[in-house]
């Protein structure tokens, strides 16, 4: 386990995700099936073409779903309860297939729940791509387990 627990949680706290992840058309493809999702902007290649970004976009939901798994690592591998919410996601610009995506999350906000026995975190999520373009951003917030409780849950 190589979460944060509650306690170890520090707002204004960087945390730099080390994992990247180049977006293939495959794991788009695969994506809009699986949720089907078949927005032709994504899918279809001469749509797409025709469009202001003239090639396919890579799904968003994807890319904020890479990026939670992107940071589970640092933040809540073993240590969470719950994801609480996912607010205020934005797309500020489009991802392509072939793009690299790198994320950081920055602990926005914390408290402890009613019972003291766990803490509501919440982490601004920031994704980038291989020219450092800001191409995803949101708030996640979880309920953490809180170290001296752990081995309760």
Do not use: W
Request: a negative charge; aromatic letters at 8%; glycine letters at 6%.
């Amino acid at each position: 386990m190589v979460g944060l627990y509650y306690e170890e949680f520090e707002v204004g706290e960087p945390i730099q995700h080390e994992r990247r992840r180049t977006i293939s058309e495959s794991d788009n493809q695969r994506f809009c099936d699986m949720t089907m999702n078949q927005q032709p902007l994504h899918l279809d290649e001469e749509f797409a073409a025709e469009t202001q970004f003239e090639e396919r976009l890579v799904n968003g939901l994807y890319t904020m779903s890479l990026a939670v798994g992107i940071s589970i690592p640092e933040t809540t591998d073993g240590t969470i309860v719950a994801n609480l919410s996912y607010d205020d996601v934005e797309h500020p610009n489009p991802v392509f297939h072939g793009d690299t995506v790198r994320v950081q999350s920055t602990v926005t906000d914390k408290r402890e729940t009613s019972d003291g026995e766990r803490g509501i975190v919440t982490m601004h999520v920031e994704v980038f791509n291989q020219d450092d373009d800001l191409v995803c951003e949101f708030d996640r917030t979880v309920l953490s387990l809180k170290r001296e409780h752990a081995e309760d849950a």
